[in-house]
């Protein structure tokens, strides 16, 4: 399971505030993902990179920043702009984008008091 | 876009069954088709995955099969251990769309309980 981690595993959060989720990886994969993992909706894509200082929205990414601006980098932003942040963050790496194995780091809860 | 769609949502067997897992998708340029285990508490891991050249892959117990005409594919787990029992996940690529990259859709899940 080693490769890619997140921290941290639990985090709490009051309204209004901005929290950011870290996401490294020492697989030298140049394609990182951040996914949401709600109960009875599959995991849903919020940012995802292909290369160093380049990243696209995924289909939720209202509420949500990220940058790249290291390969094994990948920081997801929770904004106060996000309705409904209290979710389960998946983070993932792929040796390139597309039709490649995507490994998935341990996830970070977050709670919004 | 694309959008996958996966059924059961729940599925409970006997120990020593058989499980079937379907999905089905939109988008007709779709050419991998991966299928992802989550243990509970776990992060999601990949069991098996299909290309579109290719009907159907088998790996000891499981095998994917792939129907391009009808756009859907499907997981087959045979004689099923209580170790099983997670929740699968399937997934569809999606090609490059206004200068983005090639990604993954995920369907929602089906949660497999292996009854001893």
């Known amino acids: 399971d080693g490769g890619i981690t997140q921290s941290p595993k639990y985090l709490f959060r009051k309204e209004g505030q901005n929290v950011t989720l870290s996401c490294e990886q020492n697989l030298n994969h140049d394609a990182m993902y951040w996914y949401r993992q709600d109960p009875g909706q599959g995991l849903r894509l919020i940012y995802y990179?292909?290369?160093?200082?380049?990243?696209q929205k995924g289909d939720i990414a209202e509420g949500y920043s990220v940058s790249r601006e290291k390969k094994e980098s990948f920081p997801l932003t929770v904004t106060s702009a996000q309705k409904n942040p209290t979710a389960f963050y998946l983070c993932?790496?792929?040796?390139?984008?597309?039709?490649?194995?995507?490994?998935f780091g341990p996830g970070t809860r977050l709670t919004v008091l | 876009g694309e959008n996958v769609e996966q059924h059961p949502s729940t599925l409970s067997v006997q120990e020593g069954d058989s499980a079937v897992i379907k999905c089905t998708y939109s988008d007709s340029a779709s050419n991998y088709f991966p299928w992802y285990k989550q243990e509970l508490g776990k992060r999601p891991q990949l069991i098996i995955d299909?290309?579109?050249?290719?009907g159907e892959k088998k790996d000891q117990r499981i095998a994917v099969t792939l129907n391009k005409t009808a756009k859907h594919f499907s997981l087959h787990i045979t004689e099923t251990q209580p170790e099983d029992s997670a929740v699968y996940f399937c997934a569809a690529s999606i090609p490059p769309q206004g200068g983005g990259s090639e990604k993954l859709v995920f369907g929602k899940g089906t949660k497999l309980t292996v009854n001893p």
């Open positions: 299909i290309r579109s050249n290719v």
């Open positions: 990179s292909q290369i160093v200082n380049d990243f």
């Open positions: 993932a790496s792929s040796i390139a984008s597309g039709e490649h194995e995507q490994f």
